[in-house]
């Protein structure tokens, strides 16, 4: 069973940044996938950004340009800055993880690390 611990995350005024870091308990397939969906209250869960093994990253469209996404497979841990933050930006963001061909449809997920973005 994977586990993911979350860190980072927290309150920050309009146009500031945050990191937040996720370390994966271990990693059960040679191509795997690791990132961060975020949800809103109101909204329907959305992709933030995701890193495979191999280094490919995907960005959801609010996010390109202001978020960078990057990895250390030797300590299974993903790191997600988040710059120029928006009021909009304001979620509760999961770290997630799974082999590489469920992108998509991760299965692991982590406890969830708030974010709020102030005006």
């Known amino acids: 069973q994977v586990q993911l611990v979350e860190s980072g995350g927290g309150f920050v005024q309009a146009g500031g940044s945050l990191r937040l870091s996720c370390a994966a308990s271990v990693i059960m397939y040679s191509s795997y996938v690791m990132g961060w969906y975020r949800q809103a209250p109101g909204k329907q869960r959305e992709l933030v950004a995701v890193i495979t093994s191999g280094g490919i990253t995907n960005y959801g469209d609010s996010v390109k340009g202001r978020f960078t996404i990057s990895g250390d497979n030797a300590k299974n841990t993903v790191y997600l800055q988040m710059n120029s933050l928006k009021p909009e930006d304001t979620a509760v963001y999961y770290c997630?993880?799974?082999?590489?061909?469920?992108?998509?449809?991760?299965?692991?997920w982590g406890q969830g690390s708030q974010v709020t973005v102030s005006s």
């Open positions: 997630v993880a799974d082999r590489d061909s469920r992108i998509y449809s991760p299965r692991y």
